[in-house]
């Protein structure tokens, strides 16, 4: 989103509040705070996450508006809340001048009912990643050839944070479909649709499938993997001869030579010491150690 576009609209509707929403299906909305919207864009009604089919009916966008917007699905449409805000500053210290708590849920409609609240209609990629499986899938997105949102648009760059790392080290093995950050120490390793973030250390013959890997805050020592290997502890990053599929590795987690981690035959949610399993995604958390030879 060109968010000058957005604050513009804010500024020439002379909008107290302005909400950026976007158009989606039927099937979307219980899972949307959805607004109706009058014939200057100003919000008239919100109603949060509503499921009943009679209530969505009410809400839907009228097909008046598809031209307007320039709108080419032909599907049934409703304007969702992106949880992207424009609010003049006076607005915004009445609006929590209150012990509400949820911006989505009672700041939102509290503005609708008292202020002038405008929608921004944006139509581009967006994704709300709230859950697990959203999160994983909105990465494996990103090393697709063809990907919803691409970080290589020349019309709208985007700016990383300099970290002064040293380049990616890759020993040999297969890259497939990947992205790999600044400082990663690959050992011949096969990588498949996989993202691989800052520090991420991968040993040799191990083979990673639709994982994203959070990497590392650091890199760790000679005397610190000593240390770990004669207690029986792997080093940070993924050992030798590891397979790992739909996965999410979070940042500093161990895990061993010879291990498996893979969600196939397990329940959708799964608590484990090791591990969890959420929406059929294997999880090994925030300084999570796998032993070797373990099979999740």
């Known amino acids: 989103m060109d968010l000058r576009a957005l604050v513009a609209q804010h500024v020439y509707s002379g909008s107290e509040v302005t909400v950026a929403t976007l158009p989606v299906p039927r099937s979307d ?16 009604r919100f109603v949060e996450k509503p499921k009943d089919p009679a209530l969505q009916d009410e809400l839907k966008l009228g097909r008046d508006w598809y031209p307007r917007l320039k709108i080419q699905d032909e599907r049934e449409l ?54 697990i499986r959203a ?9 697709s050839a063809t990907p919803r949102f691409d970080f290589f648009d020349m019309n709208a760059p985007i700016f990383t944070r300099a970290r002064f790392l040293p380049a990616s080290k890759i020993n040999g093995g297969m890259i497939e479909q990947s992205l790999i950050s600044d400082g990663c120490i ?9 993202v691989l973030g800052l520090r991420s250390v991968v040993g040799e013959g191990t083979e990673l499938t639709r994982t994203v890997m959070m990497g590392s805050d650091y890199y760790e020592s000679n005397a610190s993997i000593l240390k770990h290997e004669a207690e029986g502890k792997p080093r940070v990053g993924v050992g030798r001869n590891t397979r790992i599929e739909n996965a999410i590795i979070d940042k500093n987690a161990r895990i061993g030579d010879n291990c498996t981690i893979s969600p196939v035959g397990k329940d959708k949610d799964v608590d484990h010491p090791l591990y ?21």
Do not use: C
């Open 186 to 194: 690959i050992n011949r390793a096969t990588i498949r649709q996989t």
């Open 276 to 296: 969890f399993v959420r929406d059929g995604i294997v999880v090994i958390p925030k300084n999570g150690m796998v032993p070797n030879g373990t099979t999740i």
């Open 29 to 44: 909305v219980p899972s949307f705070g959805i607004m109706q919207i009058d014939e200057s864009h100003r919000i008239v």
């Open 78 to 131: 409703f304007l969702a809340s992106m949880g992207i805000y424009v609010f003049n500053q006076e607005s915004l210290i009445r609006l929590l001048d209150n012990d509400l708590h949820d911006f989505g849920k009672d700041i939102i409609p509290l503005a609708i009912k008292k202020q002038r609240v405008h929608a921004y209609v944006y139509q581009g990629a967006w994704e709300d990643i709230g859950t």
């Open 135 to 143: 999160f994983f899938d909105a990465s494996l997105d990103l090393t």
